[in-house]
């Protein structure tokens, strides 16, 4: 793991801004701590071999208290710096990770579960590198090199013992680092897997109880719970362990230099003055190392967390064109789509959709049928081939703009935690009423103002699918793909929602994912997909 990721300075500007505060304020601390280190000598030497009293001392007294007020400023500095850099830093990511699984769509990578555990908790763990672990490893390149560039003219030897010795300091850290980051990569892993089937467990919770397997997964939970807690304690015994191997090696260091100081001192070739020098600023040398050490444990759940950000804003967005949509015939050309970690196509396809045609998309599960909805989308890029619209290819065209002529109904619609009113808008103005009854949600539900519960709360499967049918209707788009729309519901349900799609079909371009015989009977025409390559 890279100690400081340039991906930070890309995704998120205030990065930089800090950076140059740090050094700054580095450089600036560097420089108090040789001061403080020259006028406690100095006025040790004094004290002992030229017996100087309080008054004598007082000019040193008063410089060793600005000086110690000015650490105290710079470490105030840091913490303020430190805490809002932090906070802009997980602001713009996790405001840069919305608009990338916004327009990822939901043929994005990462799960719910895991998304979540990222933007929140994940990304809270940034505050401990930002705070802690970056400015001692910017002190850990400043303090050294003013430390030994104060020291070279004053004693050699002890400069080139200190230089000697402090790179081992980096090498033991990076070897313990490698075996520490592997252990944090797993442990967030987890988590995220364990955030994901809680997550989905709690969503299921009706239907576990109802078939008696609630149980069964209390267990899983537990199972996986019990894994996350070995798993954080064995990186806790690597962070203590090697907390104690670091100190160890300064320790030793900073006694190789006062060994060397107190016999050359006792043999005469060496001052008092430049003894004491040596002797207080070596420790300072050896801390931010140390420091780094200590705070790289605290800071790398937030830097792994950062690294599987970053492989979503990485992530391709399907299309980024930006040529106006044209209107005309879509056109799916040899298009092929294959998806990591899946034998074989997930969709072969060439097919011709005139304007103004419904058209079902048949076949059993699995064959591409939601994948080719996903492709016109432009949540789903192929791996071969093209889809075109109007003789334009889709990876030309202006995505946002190509979507605004597109209502999407999908097999599995979500409603969010609101009113009807506001799940039918979704934020866009329309005549709700008109919407609605169209789509036959004025036939079990009068107020519109009516408050649901996230997902839907309180409605059967068939009222949510009318529900979303009455956003398609309020946007009035010309092209109009259907994913399933009748799937799960009983004869009668599925009955009153094919009204409303056979409504709904009038003067569109309809693209159907079907299986109910009744269902494709509504198109003008049928594709049916296979494993095989598709011609229609």
Same mark, same amino acid.
């Not at 740090?22 to 004094?46: E, R, W």
């Not at 850990?140 to 104060?150: E, G, K, N």
């Not at 020291?151 to 300091?169: N, Q, S, Y």
């Not at 970053?310 to 056109?331: M, N, Q, R, Y």
């Given at each position: 793991?890279?100690?400081?990721?340039?991906?930070?300075?890309?995704?998120?500007? *205030?990065?930089?801004?800090?950076?140059?505060?740090?050094?700054?304020?580095?450089?600036? =601390?560097?420089?108090?701590?040789?001061?403080?280190?020259?006028?406690?000598?100095?006025?040790?030497?004094?004290?002992? =071999?030229?017996?100087?009293?309080?008054? $004598?001392?007082?000019?040193?007294?008063?410089? =060793?208290?600005?000086?110690? +007020?000015?650490?105290?400023?710079?470490?105030?500095?840091?913490?303020?710096?430190?805490?809002?850099?932090?906070a802009g830093v997980k602001s713009e990511l996790r405001r840069g990770l919305l608009v990338r699984l916004a327009a990822l769509g939901p043929? &994005?990578?990462?799960?719910?579960?895991?998304?979540?555990?990222?933007?929140?908790?994940?990304?809270?763990?940034?505050?401990?590198?930002?705070?802690?672990?970056?400015?001692?490893?910017?002190?850990?390149?400043?303090?050294?090199?003013?430390?030994?560039?104060?020291?070279?003219?004053?004693?050699? /030897?002890?400069?080139?013992?200190?230089?000697?010795?402090? %790179?081992?300091?980096? /090498?033991?850290?990076? =070897?313990?680092?490698?075996?520490?980051?592997?252990?944090?990569?797993?442990?967030?892993?987890?988590?995220?897997?364990?955030? #994901? #089937?809680?997550?989905?467990?709690?969503?299921?919770?009706?239907?576990?109880?109802?078939?008696? &397997?609630?149980?069964?997964?209390?267990?899983?939970? &537990?199972?996986?719970?019990?894994?996350?807690?070995?798993?954080?304690?064995?990186?806790?015994?690597?962070?203590?362990?090697?907390?104690?191997v670091l100190e160890l090696l300064a320790t030793l260091s900073v006694a190789l230099v006062a060994v060397g100081i107190g016999l050359r001192?006792? *043999?005469?070739?060496?001052?008092?003055?430049?003894?004491? @020098?040596?002797?207080?600023?070596? %420790?300072?040398?050896?801390?931010?190392?140390?420091?780094?050490?200590?705070?790289?444990? +605290?800071?790398?759940?937030?830097?792994?967390?950062?690294?599987?950000?970053?492989?979503?804003?990485?992530?391709?967005?399907?299309?980024?064109?930006?040529?106006? %949509?044209?209107?005309?015939? @879509?056109?799916?050309? $040899?298009?092929?789509?294959?998806?990591?970690?899946?034998?074989?196509?997930?969709l072969r396809l060439s097919a011709l959709i005139q304007p103004g045609e419904v058209v079902a998309l048949t076949g059993p599960s699995g064959?591409?049928?939601?994948?080719?909805?996903?492709?016109?989308?432009?949540?789903?890029?192929?791996?071969?081939?093209?889809?075109?619209?109007?003789?334009?290819?889709?990876?030309?065209?202006?995505?946002?703009?190509?979507?605004?002529?597109?209502?999407?109904?999908?097999?599995?619609?979500?409603?969010?935690?609101?009113?009807?009113?506001?799940?039918?808008?979704?934020?866009?103005?329309?005549?709700?009423?008109?919407?609605?009854?169209?789509?036959?949600?004025?036939?079990?539900?009068?107020?519109? $103002?009516?408050?649901?519960?996230?997902?839907?709360?309180?409605?059967?499967?068939?009222?949510?699918?009318?529900?979303?049918?009455?956003?398609?209707? @309020?946007?009035?788009?010309?092209?109009?793909?259907?994913?399933?729309?009748?799937?799960?519901?009983?004869?009668?349900?599925?009955?009153?929602?094919?009204?409303?799609?056979?409504?709904?079909?009038?003067?569109?371009?309809?693209?159907?994912?079907? #299986?109910?015989?009744?269902?494709?009977?509504?198109?003008?025409?049928?594709?049916? @997909?296979? %494993?095989?390559?598709?011609?229609?």
């Amino acid at each position: 793991m890279k100690p400081l990721d340039p991906r930070l300075l890309r995704y998120a500007r *205030s990065t930089r801004a800090y950076l140059v505060v740090t050094v700054a304020l580095g450089v600036a =601390l560097a420089g108090l701590i040789v001061a403080q280190a020259t006028l406690l000598a100095h006025g040790i030497t004094a004290v002992f =071999l030229d017996g100087a009293d309080v008054a $004598d001392l007082t000019p040193v007294l008063g410089w =060793l208290a600005v000086v110690v +007020a000015g650490r105290c400023f710079v470490a105030w500095a840091q913490e303020v710096a430190a805490a809002r850099s932090a906070a802009g830093v997980k602001s713009e990511l996790r405001r840069g990770l919305l608009v990338r699984l916004a327009a990822l769509g939901p043929d &994005r990578p990462a799960r719910t579960g895991e998304v979540t555990t990222l933007v929140t908790r994940g990304l809270d763990a940034l505050d401990a590198y930002f705070a802690r672990y970056l400015p001692q490893l910017v002190l850990a390149a400043l303090v050294p090199a003013i430390v030994l560039a104060r020291l070279l003219p004053a004693d050699l /030897v002890a400069t080139a013992t200190i230089a000697l010795t402090l %790179p081992l300091i980096p /090498v033991f850290m990076a =070897l313990i680092g490698l075996h520490t980051e592997a252990a944090n990569r797993r442990q967030f892993r987890l988590l995220t897997r364990l955030s #994901h #089937h809680f997550l989905d467990v709690v969503a299921g919770l009706p239907t576990l109880k109802l078939f008696g &397997r609630a149980r069964a997964q209390a267990g899983t939970i &537990r199972r996986i719970s019990a894994d996350q807690r070995r798993l954080t304690m064995r990186t806790l015994r690597t962070a203590f362990l090697s907390s104690l191997v670091l100190e160890l090696l300064a320790t030793l260091s900073v006694a190789l230099v006062a060994v060397g100081i107190g016999l050359r001192l006792v *043999s005469g070739h060496l001052d008092l003055t430049t003894a004491l @020098l040596v002797l207080i600023l070596a %420790p300072e040398a050896y801390l931010p190392l140390r420091q780094v050490g200590a705070n790289y444990h +605290a800071s790398a759940e937030g830097l792994a967390a950062a690294t599987e950000a970053f492989e979503i804003l990485e992530t391709p967005v399907p299309g980024a064109g930006s040529t106006v %949509p044209p209107t005309g015939t @879509l056109a799916f050309e $040899d298009v092929v789509v294959r998806y990591p970690g899946r034998d074989g196509d997930a969709l072969r396809l060439s097919a011709l959709i005139q304007p103004g045609e419904v058209v079902a998309l048949t076949g059993p599960s699995g064959c591409g049928k939601s994948t080719a909805l996903g492709v016109l989308l432009g949540f789903v890029r192929p791996a071969a081939g093209r889809v075109t619209v109007g003789g334009v290819p889709l990876s030309a065209v202006d995505l946002d703009a190509w979507r605004s002529r597109i209502a999407w109904v999908p097999q599995r619609p979500h409603l969010f935690a609101g009113t009807v009113r506001d799940n039918i808008t979704l934020g866009a103005d329309g005549d709700v009423n008109r919407a609605a009854h169209l789509a036959g949600v004025d036939t079990f539900l009068d107020d519109y $103002d009516t408050v649901l519960g996230d997902d839907g709360t309180g409605l059967s499967a068939g009222q949510r699918q009318r529900i979303a049918l009455a956003r398609a209707f @309020l946007r009035d788009a010309p092209i109009v793909l259907l994913d399933e729309p009748t799937a799960n519901l009983d004869a009668a349900t599925a009955a009153g929602v094919m009204g409303a799609v056979r409504e709904l079909a009038r003067g569109r371009t309809v693209v159907i994912a079907a #299986h109910r015989p009744e269902l494709i009977a509504l198109a003008d025409r049928v594709i049916s @997909l296979a %494993p095989a390559a598709v011609a229609a």
